[in-house]
């Protein structure tokens, strides 16, 4: 049978396993639609634009100073969360203390929380009146409403995104080398640096690349704290929505193609960097010599060294505490601070109830839509082999390097009245923009890699001798799916459902803008405590944030225990 196998694989063009067909279809009919057309729509607007009018546009000292103080933020903040990342990913993975499952699902914090949420905590934290703006502000460094404040935002949001990538290759790294620069005399500082670091760095460009690029486009967790202050703390996204507040779209759709193509570049460098790397690096971890090393090395070396793992755990954990706990605690305790009347009455209040429902539907809508298409497209690329396939994987991630506003502009260049498709909309009396389409829309559209995401890798590893075998047996597609590939995904689907639905219930940005702000109506929770936020109704944001909290908890356990299982 597996000579049969090889045989077939080997003729070209021949395919064992049945779907591809179907699989290619459904995947490009789903990424044209919810991807690359809106996004080619914001092509076609800036070529509208003669070249003096677009550079007078970009090259503009406020428009300028918002690409400065987003690229100059989001670096800083990067290179932090590089540091950081790098020392709670080495805590996790070599350390071993009470509560680290804890610890660990604490990182994934950010991608649940809401970052309208996260602003307003953010921003009453850091202010000179808050618990640790007040501690800097008696010295006179003041935190909100500067720079510092808007990487310390961007630092919240894109921790994650180093952690998780460097912690599966440290978990995976090889001992050995380790083992023997120690028996060769070097201190734990020159292995790290020396050993360590050069296995780590490839995964670490990854991360520090994908928190850059969040940072560049981050809007919702930073607009609270920037203080918007022109030619000081505007960031370019808040530029983007001011111009479509002003109706000058042109202006808008100019600063977006910058902005979107900075982030194309970046991600196109930092990629290519680390296949170069990649290359380069790594050697064969199997020679006897240093196997041998086992045999003379004290297994409990780290043990018999406990500052060290003290003081790291206790840098990882105090990080922790500052950036990711003490948000959580000003939410809860504000949500509160008048009583447990006020509270309710804030959360039952009928816009809060017509806020919460479209929540949920938008994110029922947009996880299940997200899992018909990862299904495919894992499918796809997993067990198919053609030609523009990391093309097509690239495309698919695509969302995650666009900022928030940028994706909810596209959605407007094309379905809005400026829209190429607008005047049919209009015509047959379709609302889409300033609409709940289009709020479901957006989420999708900023969703759209998460379960592909997480089902790619698995599927990937799994193989496809099984399907292939099944296939010559006579199988079925849908068969061979149900009965082999499924129950090797099932626990990473479901993983890749949760995740989903974190980011889904917490989008802002994207959804800001398509909205139209519309009370009852195209509003939903993370907007609506923006809403309450800007009327000054602090308690009332706060008691409608701790839902969203609650939410955001409830789904990190269930993403733990999914964990677990898995």
């Known amino acids: 049978?597996?000579?049969?196998?090889?045989?077939?694989?080997?003729?070209?063009?021949?395919?064992?396993?049945?779907?591809?067909?179907?699989?290619?279809?459904?995947?490009?009919?789903?990424?044209?639609?919810?991807?690359?057309?809106?996004?080619?729509?914001?092509?076609?607007?800036?070529?509208?634009?003669?070249?003096?009018?677009?550079?007078?546009?970009?090259?503009?000292?406020?428009?300028?100073?918002?690409?400065?103080?987003?690229?100059?933020?989001?670096?800083?903040?990067?290179?932090?969360?590089?540091?950081?990342?790098?020392?709670?990913?080495?805590?996790?993975?070599?350390?071993?203390?009470?509560?680290?499952?804890?610890?660990?699902?604490?990182?994934?914090?950010?991608?649940?929380?809401?970052?309208?949420?996260?602003?307003?905590?953010?921003?009453?934290?850091?202010?000179?009146?808050?618990?640790?703006?007040?501690?800097?502000?008696?010295?006179?460094?003041?935190?909100?409403?500067?720079?510092?404040?808007?990487?310390?935002?961007?630092?919240?949001?894109?921790?994650?995104?180093?952690?998780?990538?460097?912690?599966p290759v440290l978990e995976k790294l090889d001992r050995q080398y380790e083992e023997a620069a120690m028996m060769l005399g070097a201190g734990r500082g020159r292995i790290f640096f020396r050993v360590i670091l050069p296995e780590l760095f490839p995964a670490l460009l990854a991360g520090f690349g994908l928190a850059f690029a969040r940072g560049i486009g981050e809007y919702g967790s930073v607009v609270f704290i920037a203080g918007n202050i022109p030619n000081k703390t505007q960031i370019a996204p808040l530029l983007i929505m001011t111009k479509l507040e002003q109706y000058k779209y042109s202006d808008a759709t100019a600063i977006a193609l910058v902005l979107l193509l900075l982030s194309f570049a970046l991600m196109l460098l930092i990629n290519s960097l680390q296949i170069h790397m990649q290359k380069f690096s790594g050697s064969d971890n199997t020679g006897d010599g240093i196997h041998s090393l086992r045999k003379v090395i004290d297994p409990h070396r780290d043990a018999k060294r406990p500052s060290m793992t003290v003081l790291l755990i206790g840098s990882g954990v105090l990080f922790l505490i500052v950036m990711l706990v003490l948000p959580l605690i000003v939410v809860i305790s504000n949500a509160f601070r008048e009583g447990w009347a006020v509270y309710k009455a804030s959360v039952l209040d009928e816009y809060t109830v017509k806020a919460f429902g479209l929540t949920l539907f938008a994110t029922v809508v947009a996880v299940a839509v997200n899992t018909v298409f990862g299904l495919f497209a894992a499918y796809l690329l997993s067990k198919f082999y053609f030609r523009g396939r990391q093309v097509l994987a690239t495309l698919i991630d695509l969302p995650f390097s666009i900022s928030p506003v940028i994706a909810g502009l596209v959605f407007i260049l094309t379905f809005g009245n400026i829209g190429w498709m607008g005047p049919f909309l209009k015509a047959h009396n379709i609302k889409i923009v300033f609409a709940v389409p289009g709020v479901i829309l957006a989420t999708v559209f900023v969703t759209f890699p998460f379960v592909f995401r997480e089902l790619f890798p698995v599927l990937n590893a799994q193989g496809k001798d099984e399907e292939e075998a099944a296939a010559l047996m006579g199988a079925g597609g849908f068969t061979i799916f149900r009965r082999i590939t499924f129950p090797h995904i099932r626990w990473a689907l479901l993983y890749g459902v949760i995740l989903c639905t974190a980011r889904a219930m917490g989008e802002f940005g994207a959804v800001s803008v398509i909205s139209g702000h519309l009370r009852g109506k195209t509003n939903t929770l993370p907007l609506h405590v923006e809403i309450l936020y800007k009327e000054f109704n602090t308690t009332a944001a706060f008691a409608v944030s701790s839902i969203l909290v609650i939410l955001a908890i409830v789904i990190l356990i269930l993403r733990n225990l999914v964990e677990w299982r898995k």
């Open 1 to 167: 049978m597996e000579q049969q196998i090889i045989k077939i694989k080997n003729k070209r063009g021949i395919r064992v396993i049945p779907g591809f067909g179907l699989c290619m279809g459904v995947t490009l009919a789903m990424l044209g639609c919810l991807v690359l057309i809106p996004l080619a729509s914001i092509f076609f607007s800036a070529a509208g634009l003669s070249a003096p009018e677009f550079l007078g546009v970009v090259t503009s000292r406020q428009v300028v100073s918002g690409y400065v103080v987003s690229l100059s933020c989001a670096f800083f903040a990067a290179m932090i969360n590089a540091v950081f990342g790098v020392l709670l990913a080495w805590v996790l993975v070599r350390c071993d203390f009470p509560g680290k499952r804890l610890m660990d699902g604490l990182i994934e914090l950010p991608f649940a929380l809401p970052t309208s949420v996260a602003g307003i905590a953010l921003t009453y934290l850091y202010s000179d009146q808050g618990w640790i703006g007040a501690l800097f502000a008696r010295i006179g460094v003041k935190i909100a409403y500067t720079r510092i404040g808007i990487t310390i935002a961007m630092v919240f949001v894109g921790i994650p995104f180093v952690v998780r990538a460097v912690q």
